[in-house]
């Protein structure tokens, strides 16, 4: 690709009057350049290792000292824009099917797509600009899915919504909030590690991939995914505690499983904690603390059979109490 092209692509700003006049590929990653690309710089500290490894141009938008005059310096007003741009203009000119989920979905699908089996289907990353990637190997005829409609529309107008199904469900079974039991069609499916409050979700990928899937994995799905606790608030196997937390970090979700929980944990004592203002629209009677540090502390004082933490992700939360398993309790 010439640099002049990149510069009306990208609305960009040639800063120096390089030697070179064009770049092979494009990299967000500077360990990844290989000579003749294209850097998009998201750290100042990255910029000498990109040019160390042969990098032609470097777009940034920020000041910055020219290094290497014989390579091109691009200045644009906005990082984020440009990954977008470059994007939308690499995909242009492909025949794609795109669709748009939501955040439950975009999760099982990540989860348990096979990408050496599934080719055609591409998942675009949340950090946009993880996407150049696998933008080399998007072909005619492929589908890529994202959970954001506004980025998506913005990179490949031409898109749909991928959650539009309804399913009959039958021989229901919910053995807990957590784990379910079902079928759909001729297909039963035994004590799946997903909460009825998504199985429409798990349909629609499952079916989209052809009901080839490995469902164990679905283990490492999050969403109200229990983290059992003893009285020392120490992480303990699954089932072995009628102790548990659960964190969202997804807005959308959240009013969605309070209600949930609410319905199907009628008898258990719920409390609802955060440790960043949250909307207080959702009419959720909340706890407010300072920082998961004070986890341990503020939980052992309080009496709960389940404690939902808002605005908090399921992989720190699990890190906070693993991490604190593993220090020395004074009790």
């Known amino acids: 690709m010439q640099i002049t092209s990149i510069l009306d692509i990208i609305d960009g700003r040639l800063i120096n009057h390089p030697s070179i006049s064009f770049i092979y590929s494009i990299k967000t990653n ?10 998009i710089v998201q750290k100042e500290e990255d910029i000498q290792l990109a040019v160390e490894h042969g990098a032609f141009a470097l777009v940034t938008e920020k000041e910055i000292e020219v290094i290497d005059n014989e390579i091109a310096w691009i200045k644009v007003d906005s990082i984020e824009t440009t990954i977008i741009k470059l994007i939308r203009y690499l995909l242009s000119n492909i025949r794609l099917t795109a669709f748009y989920c939501n955040d439950v979905t975009y999760e099982i699908f990540n989860i348990l797509i096979k990408p050496t089996v599934h080719t055609n289907i591409k998942i675009v990353p949340k950090k946009l600009s993880k996407f150049f990637k696998i933008l080399d190997d998007i072909e005619e005829n492929d589908t890529i899915i994202f959970s954001d409609q506004k980025i998506l529309d913005d990179i490949y107008p031409v898109n749909f919504d991928f959650n539009t199904k309804k399913y009959e469900i039958n021989n229901l079974i919910e053995h807990s909030i957590f784990e379910t039991t079902f079928s759909y069609k001729d297909k039963y499916f035994s004590k799946l590690k997903i909460s009825s409050l998504y ?18 994995k679905l283990k490492k799905f999050h969403y109200l995914k229990p983290i059992f606790v003893d009285k020392l608030i120490n992480h303990i196997d699954f089932g072995k505690s009628d102790k548990f937390l659960i964190a969202q970090d997804s807005e959308d979700l959240v009013l969605k499983e309070v209600k949930y929980l609410e319905n199907k944990y009628k008898y258990a004592k719920i ?25 341990k502390s503020y939980l052992k004082k309080v009496h709960f ?27």
């Open 199 to 216: 199985i429409t979700e798990f349909l629609d990928v499952y079916t989209y991939l052809g009901f080839d899937a490995d469902l164990n």
């Open 305 to 331: 059979n389940a404690i939902y933490f808002i605005g908090v992700s399921y992989d720190n939360l699990y890190e906070q109490v693993s991490k604190q398993n593993n220090e020395p309790s004074l009790i």
């Open 30 to 39: 500077p360990k990844k350049v290989r000579e003749g690309d294209l850097f």
């Open 271 to 295: 409390l609802y904690i955060t440790t960043k203002d949250i909307d207080d629209n959702k009419d959720i009677d909340y706890t407010f603390i300072n920082s998961l540090e004070e986890l």
